[in-house]
């Protein structure tokens, strides 16, 4: 079964119906590896769906949050940005651009397994520059 099809039946097994806005704000995020803020999203659909408003958006991405469909990200201290795969994965914020961009860490938490401590989960931010970027610069000095 799609993604897509997975949120909705989540989405009616808590209760919510599936309006045009909600469908659209779930495709937008299923097409957008931009990681998008809500800002990002409402302006996204607005040509669309004229009459949505800001606070519809904003709630339909916390009742995603809530359902396990999306994360929300607070790497930049102005804005929260949303990500539709919640697989584990840490985030690299372009300092140059302001691009979002998903990687890989071998991570080990194991320094933290001296039974003084339970983790749960844990998010790592990286800030520097993206490899679009770097590549960007590169060309310049060429």
């Known amino acids: ?15 919510f119906k599936i309006t045009p806005q909600r469908a659209a704000i779930i495709d937008f995020l299923l097409d957008n590896g931009n990681h998008p803020s809500a800002e990002e999203i ?3 659909i607005k040509t669309e769906y004229p009459m949505v408003s800001f606070s519809t958006v904003y ?30 994965h840490h985030h690299l914020y372009c300092e140059r651009c302001g691009r979002i961009v998903d990687v890989q860490l ?13 983790v749960n989960s844990y998010r790592i931010y990286l800030y520097g520059i993206c490899l679009d970027c770097l590549r960007k610069e590169r060309e310049k000095t060429v």
Do not use: Q
Not at 60 to 84: A, H, M, Q, W, Y
């Open 1 to 15: 079964m799609d993604k897509k099809k997975i949120v909705f039946r989540r989405l009616k097994d808590e209760g």
């Open 106 to 118: 071998d991570a080990d938490i194991s320094l933290l397994k001296n039974n003084t401590v339970k």
């Open 59 to 88: 709630n339909t991405l916390r009742v995603l949050e809530r359902i396990g469909f999306i994360k929300s990200l607070n790497i930049t201290e102005n804005r929260v940005n949303f990500d539709p795969e919640t697989y584990p």
């Open 42 to 44: 409402y302006k996204g």
